[in-house]
C-alpha cells in the first residue's frame, strides 16, 4: 500500500491509500507517510493527496508531524 502511495501515479487515489495505511496503524505505515509528504510535499504540481497524507501522519505518529506543520517547515 505504501509503495502505491509513494508512485502517486493517480491523482486522489492517495486518499484511499492513506485510509488504509490509517487503518493498519503501525509503525512503518507511519514511515511509508512520512517518505510520500518528503518526496511530494514540497512539490506545488501534487497537491491533491497532500492533505489526506498529512492527517493520515498527524493520526498514526504525531512526533514525526511537526516538521510538516511548524511555520517554515517543509
Known amino acids: 500500500m505504501g509503495d502505491l502511495l509513494l508512485a502517486s501515479e493517480v491523482c ?5 491509500h492513506c ?5 493498519f496503524g503501525n509503525h512503518a505505515d507511519a514511515e511509508m507517510v512520512t517518505a510520500y509528504l518528503d518526496r511530494h510535499l514540497p512539490r506545488t504540481d501534487l497537491r491533491c493527496d497532500q492533505p489526506a497524507a498529512l492527517g493520515t501522519l498527524i ?3 504525531a512526533h514525526h508531524a511537526p516538521r510538516f506543520t511548524q511555520p517554515n517547515g517543509i
Do not use: K, P, Q, T
Open 12 to 16: 486522489y487515489s492517495g486518499g484511499a
Open 19 to 23: 485510509f488504509a495505511l490509517a487503518r
Open 59 to 61: 493520526r498514526l505518529d
